[in-house]
């Protein structure tokens, strides 16, 4: 069977996302609780405008409330995705990797979103070092777990090819 490469692809890459994952949780998880503690002093000084805004963060700009928020999200659903997805690619038939292949879609779009928000707080500049960390293994994560759900649609489309009946044939 022709699976192997693909199949230990997959793991290494999801061994590698479990760990890419929980950095960014464990990130994120300070970023929310540092936000919390200091927003009420932070944000008495402020004026009108920025005072009532829902997110709003003492460390970074307007864009790190929603970035540390679906950054966040993005990381405990890709740690999920990739505990599962373990699992799902050790027992490598074809209802697993469906599986697998569904939540490694749903884990790289919300990587994609967080990705997206980093790349605007990138934008808008003025970060502290902590959060350029985020903002890096974000965009990174997002493009290791693309390889990961490539070699997990790979290993799909190689069960699915081997379970199917030759057509045609007598």
Not at 35 to 61: C, H
Not at 123 to 140: C, F, M, P, S, Y
């Amino acid at each position: 069977m022709a699976s192997g490469g693909s199949k230990s692809a997959a793991f290494m890459l999801l061994l590698l996302n479990l760990g890419l994952y929980f950095v960014v949780t464990v990130i994120a998880s300070w970023a929310v609780n540092h936000g919390i503690e200091r927003a009420r002093e932070s944000a008495s000084v402020l004026s009108l405008p920025a005072k009532i805004f829902p997110i709003y963060f003492p460390v970074g700009n307007m864009a790190t409330g929603f970035f540390v928020i679906f950054s966040l999200i993005a990381g405990v659903v890709g740690m999920a995705t990739s505990l599962s997805g373990i699992m799902n690619v050790l027992e490598w038939d074809s209802p697993n990797l469906h599986s697998a292949a569904a939540s490694s879609l749903v884990s790289w779009s919300l990587t994609l979103l967080a990705m997206g928000l980093a790349c605007k707080e990138i934008n808008i500049g003025w970060t502290e070092a902590n959060l350029r960390t985020l903002e890096v293994l974000t965009i990174i994560v997002s493009g290791t777990q693309l390889l990961c759900t490539g070699a997990i649609h790979v290993g799909v489309g190689e069960t699915v090819a081997a379970e199917r009946p030759h057509a045609g044939r007598v």
